[in-house]
Structure formats: structure tokens, C-alpha cells
């Protein structure tokens, strides 16, 4: 299990590294920029996992986490982790 599991997360890097190179490409933003720290992997998955299932909805847990990157990107000194924690705080209402 753990051998299946480590090739699924190195499939994931690859397709990470690969979309990032892409983007960076098509907008000019440095592929330095766009690289997502630890920290950042886990809120930003923490994030899309409460969206989905307090949303009752899983299409929530993209749009939220792009929210979450807007946000970032407008805030100075923001910091994803801080974003995502006030984000999946926010229940309904």
C-alpha cells in the first residue's frame, strides 16, 4: 500500500510541476512564484476538504480555494494559512 501511495504523490508532483510550468508560461509569473510550500499543500487541501463537506457540495472546494488565492494575492502581508483558517470558519451565515 505505502509503494502505491508513494507513486500516486509523485504522480501528483509531476502533474503539479508540469501545470505550474504551464501557467507560468501563459502569464509571465515566474515558476519560482507559483512553487506551494508544505504548508501551503496542507491548508489549501484542509480548506478544500471542509468546503466540500460542510458546503455540502464539492464543487465549493475549488472555488474556495481560488477565492482563497485571490485573496492572497490582493492582501498584503496575507498569509494562505491564515486565509484558509478564517475561510473554513466561515459557516453558514
Known amino acids: 500500500m505505502h509503494g502505491r501511495r508513494r507513486s500516486s504523490i509523485a504522480h501528483m508532483d509531476q502533474w503539479l510541476d508540469s501545470a505550474r510550468m504551464r501557467i507560468a508560461a501563459a502569464t509571465g509569473v515566474s515558476v519560482e512564484?507559483?512553487?506551494?510550500s508544505e504548508s501551503d499543500v496542507k491548508a489549501l487541501l484542509d480548506?478544500?476538504?471542509v468546503a466540500a463537506h460542510d458546503s455540502g457540495d464539492r464543487t465549493n472546494a475549488p472555488l474556495v480555494c481560488f477565492l482563497a488565492g485571490l485573496a492572497l494575492?490582493?492582501?498584503?502581508?496575507a498569509r494562505l494559512t491564515e486565509i484558509?483558517?478564517?475561510?473554513?470558519?466561515?459557516k453558514d451565515g
Open 33 to 36: 512564484q507559483l512553487r506551494l
Open 47 to 49: 480548506l478544500a476538504r
Open 73 to 77: 494575492a490582493a492582501g498584503p502581508g
Open 84 to 90: 484558509a483558517e478564517a475561510a473554513a470558519g466561515a
